[in-house]
């Protein structure tokens, strides 16, 4: 057996519930104030073809003055745009996101930026979003800037909800903790989804690293942990479906958390 859980070769991260549909909540304890509010993430993506990708990122470039606003009147707590490093079928090259405390922050910042943003190229790329629910989350205040995004998606098993969640607590959540005491990561989070267009078994884990570095730093941390736990590798394999394990990263074009 020689499972690896990587956030790095993996991504985005836990810190405080595990929630699946069709099993119990599990509850994974993490440090951090922001723990024990709701934060929801807004997440659309486009593919569009190479030619359109500047048109792209000067849309986002000019939605800035409206997230920007939207975080200062508390409608939204943070928010950030990118462009993928690596494709894949899928065909999604951009995104952006927004997270919120509310259903009402949801539908009022799409409000605001569907009155500032008609770039034509939105309106041919092919488009998909999703609503998430934050099951863990935690970031360093006041973060902006760019960076590199990492998101990882498993497929968590029904009946094995309560050992992913142990798993998380145990051995992920702290060595993320640290990552990002040390500055390592400006933020990680764990999402399900809320509105379901995908299994809703799937769990998003994810981060951003200040850059490349930082990946680096992530991999080492978790694989560090990981190795550490003799129990998590077959622990790990036993909750989650391998085959169905997708990441992706990207170069974040600018973010700012509250």
Known sequence: MNTRFCLGVASLCIGAALLISSAPARVVHAQGPSMSELHYTYVAEWAAPRDKWPAMEANFKESEATLKKLQADGVIVGWGWYSRLAHDESGVTHGDWFST????????????????????????????DFVLRSLAHNDKPGASGTGILWVANYL??????????????????????KLLAEGAIASYEVDTQVVHSENPGIISVAYI????????????????ATAADPKFAAAFEASTVGSAHRDFIARVGAYAHK
């Open 156 to 177: 968590v098993k029904p009946d094995h909800a309560e050992e992913f969640g142990g798993l998380m607590e145990r051995v992920i959540v702290p060595a993320l903790e």
């Open 101 to 128: 405390t509310s259903f009402d922050g949801i539908v009022r910042a799409l409000d605001a930026l569907t009155k500032t943003s008609a770039a034509p190229v939105l309106a041919t790329a092919k488009h998909q």
């Open 209 to 224: 690293a200040p850059n490349g570095a930082g990946v680096d730093k992530v991999q080492a941390a978790v694989r560090a």
